[in-house]
């Protein structure tokens, strides 16, 4: 059996980071998550302050999302965060209105990853459903993977997304070996809504795309959950423990109270 260490991605309690960024790290760290895609801290905390907390609960920052479809971001910034905080891995995400405008973005994602690993970083690009639009018979994402340098640019593929944009998460991910350091796990409720789902509680199936993950050398799974129908918290409880019960958690912390 593959297993991995499990991280999370705060965009799903990110209400409560707003209001309780201290208690919300504290609760997502009793859940039993050790790695977190983390920024800067907010107003009023300091780097140095950030990181004590997160030692004092257990949690690795592994990553930052640097922005959603806008490229005038402080990437040295970044790369000096990820310096101090362990981490290792810079995502955005954008959007693209002709194959044209792909090839433009890829050459900027070729450049922005040479400075990040300039920085002792790495650029992921991280997909949602509309790279499966196809220019000229083929897929946005195939585009990218082609034109970028795979050393330079590497990919943060998210399970539901893909399954959102018609394509198999395991077959696809096969494709990426040694290029999907981080994979953003989500499950897909069934029906034609295909609304979001804690692990194991929707249709994918993340025994297979472990063991596909293992053997394109995924390094972390990354749990987020978009929207949810109950509590946040408690879906992120309740995809952690379908993990555990998965066998898919390499830690000492996998079973979970």
Not at 59 to 66: C, D, P
Request: aromatic share 10%.
């Amino acid at each position: 059996m593959n297993r991995f260490p499990i991280a999370i991605q705060p965009y799903t309690v990110r209400e409560a980071m707003s209001q309780d960024y201290v208690g919300t790290l504290e609760k997502l760290a009793a859940i039993g998550y050790e790695g977190i895609e983390l920024g800067l801290p907010p107003e009023g905390m300091t780097i140095d302050e950030q990181i004590a907390l997160l030692n004092r609960l257990g949690l690795q920052v592994i990553g930052t999302h640097a922005s959603f479809d806008n490229l005038d971001v402080d990437f040295g910034r970044l790369t000096d965060y990820l310096h101090r905080t362990g981490g290792k891995y810079i995502a955005l995400s954008m959007r693209f209105d002709s194959k044209d405008d792909v090839l433009r973005k890829c050459e900027q994602f070729n450049t922005i990853g040479e400075l990040c690993r300039n920085g002792n970083a790495t650029l992921l690009y991280h997909n949602h459903d509309w790279e499966f639009a196809k220019y000229d018979n083929e897929y946005v994402l195939d585009i990218i993977l082609r034109e970028t340098d795979p050393e330079l640019v590497k990919l943060e593929l998210d399970t539901y997304w893909v399954r959102k944009g018609g394509e198999d998460p395991a077959a696809y991910l096969s494709k990426l070996s040694n290029r999907c350091p981080l994979l953003h796990i989500k499950d897909v409720e069934a029906g034609e809504d295909q609304f979001f789902a804690e692990i194991g509680e929707g249709i994918l199936d993340f025994r297979a795309i472990a063991d596909t993950a293992a053997q394109v050398g995924t390094e972390w799974l990354v749990v987020e959950q978009d929207q949810c129908r109950r509590d946040p918290f408690e879906s992120l409880a309740i995809s952690y423990r379908n993990l555990a019960n998965m066998d898919l958690i390499a830690s000492k912390r996998a079973n979970p109270s």
